[in-house]
């Protein structure tokens, strides 16, 4: 076969030829997605690399914002290729990334924690959302406003959810007398179906996971939250293991900034967060009502990453003092005899965050997104 061989092209050529390509605004509204959306903006000549990352749970509106860094290309922008793998509870999550099966992974601080005082080693790199929504959820035309309003009524739970065990702290801080209370234990599987059709007055658990299948079956709950008594914890942190850290600070800087950048697009643009999401995870509108599901883990998500903390030092930030209260609640309703307290300061840096944040009028904006999921929590 002959060789042809071209002149380098000229000014004038390379001119006519980009004029002829689709604008990124066109590529954009080809996908059916507005301006804000972002398309990666590195040319890789070199090889990626692989990054393995758990969730804590299956793909859903909590942990959304995964799929955005990666469809958005903000890891892959840093040379990362990022599979991301469903989860099956913070406590297994953190146990898979501290037993090396991933180099990071999403999971609530009181797991990451429980298990550090058990001798597994974590570091929370970014946190993502700022209240786990531990709570007590009733539905809204229930009669019940406040926790000890429950006394003689009757209460699911699952034992090995991570908010059942601070229950009666939660209990004493509400005025609510558990010891007149029928506890019944529910298979998670289940808990959310039970309270739909009425058969318990309340449900323990998070309103994160809690309020999308009743949106979805075009009901609505009220919820009770921890945090108001005082039991705050953050929601899903970004983990990794120590000697990650230390051998390889650049990657952790750049799974940090892509979880920040990713959670911002979130707050800011959430309808089209929401249609990346079902292109990464299309199965996920099979579902009845599925697109609506995953809007409400997203709304309640987004409310819970809008704090005083990310407003005043940026996205990902962790308040030292929360470190410590929230080791104390671990150390005092989740740790064995066995169990020796960590350093809180040894289990969370913020060297890799803060540098994301959002205007004022864009934090208005995020305010406006989420103003109507806020009567959830009055």
Known sequence: ??????????????????????????????????????????????????????????AEGSNLFAFVAKANGYWADA???????????????????????????????????????????????????????????????????????LDGKTIGGTVNSGEYPFLPAFAKASGLDLSTVHMAKLDPNVRQRVLMERQVDAISGFAISIAPPLAANNMQGRYMLYSACGLKFYGNVLLTRPEVLNSDPKLCAA???????????????????????????????????????????????????????????????????????????????????EDQRPDPASIYTNEFVGGVTLTAAEWQRAEANVKEYRHFFA
């Open 79 to 149: 040379g990362l290729d990022v599979s991301i793998s469903r989860g099956y509870g913070s406590v297994a999550a953190a146990q898979a990334i501290a037993a090396g099966r991933f180099e990071f992974g999403f999971a609530v601080p009181s797991a990451a924690i429980q298990q550090a005082a058990k001798g597994l080693a974590l570091v929370s790199l970014a946190v993502c959302n700022y209240d786990a929504t531990m709570c007590l959820a009733v539905l809204a035309d229930s009669p019940v406003h406040e926790p000890k309003r």
């Open 1 to 58: 076969m002959a060789c042809v061989l071209r002149a380098p092209l000229s000014i004038a050529d390379f001119g006519e030829l980009t004029a002829a390509m689709p604008s990124r605004r066109a590529v954009i509204g080809a996908l059916g997605l507005s301006a804000p959306f972002l398309l990666s903006r590195r040319l890789r000549a070199a090889p990626m690399r692989g990054v393995r990352l758990t969730l804590p749970w299956v």
């Open 255 to 337: 799974m940090a900034k892509g979880v920040e950048q990713a959670v911002r697009f979130c707050l800011l643009y959430p309808d089209e967060a929401l249609k990346l999401f079902l292109r990464e995870v299309p199965e996920a509108a099979l579902a009845a009502n599925g697109p609506k599901q995953i809007a409400t883990g997203l709304g309640i998500f987004n409310m819970t990453a809008i704090d005083t903390l990310a407003q005043q030092h940026g996205f990902g930030m962790s308040d030292p003092a929360e470190y410590v209260r929230m080791t104390d609640l671990v150390m005092k309703f989740l740790a064995g005899p």
